[in-house]
Nanobody
Framework: QLQLVESGGGLVQPGGSLRLSCAPS????????IGWFRQAPGKEREGVSC????????NYADSVRGRFTISQDTPNNTIYLQMTVLKPEDTAVYFC????????????????????WGQGTQVTVFS
């Protein structure tokens, strides 16, 4: 299993912004899709956003649409999640994951669709 590394999390006040990064550890991204997920304490991991290979298609959960933007930087082998107008309910550990084997029988925000995961980065939004 390949390892992804997330960074960019931190503490921010409501209305603030953060940019998360997702980069591979020791390999070049080669994916069908990259997904961002989050997990708050006591809750299940939920899909936030995903981007297809080549960036031709992006998807967002209703809770973040219009506030978060996913993008890819191919030369730097990195996927970003720009988060704006952050709310306390966005507080969670954020994970990125790579769909390296095509599994289109699963929905885009199903964790079963993704093979390689990172360890996560904490995002805390507080007043």
């Amino acid at each position: 299993q390949l390892q992804l590394v997330e960074s960019g999390g931190g503490l921010v006040q409501p209305g603030g912004s953060l940019r998360l990064s997702c980069a591979p550890s020791g390999f070049t991204l080669d994916y069908y899709a990259i997904g961002w997920f989050r997990q708050a304490p006591g809750k299940e991991r939920e899909g936030v956003s995903c981007i297809s290979s080549g960036g031709g298609s992006t998807n967002y959960a209703d809770s973040v649409r219009g506030r978060f933007t996913i993008s890819q930087d191919t030369p730097n082998n990195t996927i970003y999640l720009q988060m704006t107008v952050l709310k306390p309910e966005d507080t969670a550990v954020y994970f990125c994951a790579q769909e390296s084997v095509l599994r289109r029988s699963y929905s885009i925000f199903s964790t079963a669709r993704y093979d390689d995961w990172g360890q996560g980065t904490q995002v805390t939004v507080f007043s």
